[in-house]
Nanobody, 125 residues
Framework: QVQLVVSGGGLVQPGGSLRLSCAASGRTFSSYAMGWFRQAPGKEREFVYAISPTGTSTDYADSVKGRFTISRDNAKNTVYLQMNSLKPEDTAVYYC??????????????????WGQGTQVTVSS
């Protein structure tokens, strides 16, 4: 069983930055792909960014290209989402998720086995 604990959300002005963290339990973190998803009110959960176990492969949504960056520290069992140049449309509850790595990165939420509790990110002036 993998437990994921998300932190780092909050209120930020447009153009500002936030860094989300997702700490995982268990000794298998380094063999899991990690993903970030978000869900705005009235909308479906959508893919944001994902990273392979070694960090050599990533995938991201077009909407965050050039603004968000994913990274991981396997020694700390933690994955990060650095969010810069935030826009009001980035407002959502952000979730991290994990799945055993199978050689490719998936963007569909249904492909992920474990989920964190979510953290609210609000971008507003």
């Amino acid at each position: 069983q993998v437990q994921l604990v998300v932190s780092g959300g909050g209120l930020v002005q447009p153009g500002g930055s936030l860094r989300l963290s997702c700490a995982a339990s268990g000794r298998t973190f380094s063999s899991y792909a990690m993903g970030w998803f978000r869900q705005a009110p009235g909308k479906e959960r959508e893919f944001v960014y994902a990273i392979s176990p070694t960090g050599t492969s990533t995938d991201y949504a077009d909407s965050v290209k050039g603004r968000f960056t994913i990274s991981r520290d396997n020694a700390k069992n933690t994955v990060y989402l650095q969010m810069n140049s935030l826009k009001p449309e980035d407002t959502a509850v952000y979730y991290c998720a994990s799945r055993p790595y199978s050689g490719r990165i998936y963007t569909e939420p249904t492909r992920y086995s474990y989920w964190g509790q979510g953290t609210q990110v609000t971008v507003s002036s």
